[in-house]
């Protein structure tokens, strides 16, 4: 059995970019993040001890968004990825960033999705 933990639509303000008026301002990213987990001890124990907290995963995003800057989503979403599995117990992490204010024509939008083993 494998679990997965997801949070998706995290939005959060960050400075990140090519250009230097991209970063000088706040912008929207959107993140959607899944940690599989090392165990699948919480389908079976009903605990929050032997799962990922949701808010703790939220925190982790959070930090690494708007405590840093990065000029490609690429870095951003690989960076997340790492903090994610330096903190949690889990086997995998896949980060997907979404700049949605950023619009490229016929509505489509820059995203990037990292995976890390």
Do not use: I, N, W
Request: glycine residues 4%; negative net charge; aromatic residues 4%.
């Amino acid at each position: 059995m494998t679990v997965e933990v997801a949070l998706r639509g995290v939005e959060l303000l960050g400075r990140h970019g090519v250009d230097d008026d991209e970063r000088a301002r706040p912008q929207r990213f959107r993140f959607d993040v899944t940690l599989v987990l090392a165990s699948d001890a919480p389908a079976a124990s009903d605990r929050l001890e032997d799962t990922v907290d949701y808010r703790a995963v939220l925190a982790c995003v959070r930090e690494v968004c708007t405590g840093r800057e990065f000029r490609l989503l690429e870095r951003l979403a690989a960076a997340v990825a790492d903090e994610l599995l330096r903190r949690f117990d889990a086997r995998e992490a896949r980060v997907t960033v979404t700049k949605p204010d950023v619009e490229l024509g016929d509505r489509a939008t820059p995203a990037v999705t990292v995976r890390r083993p």
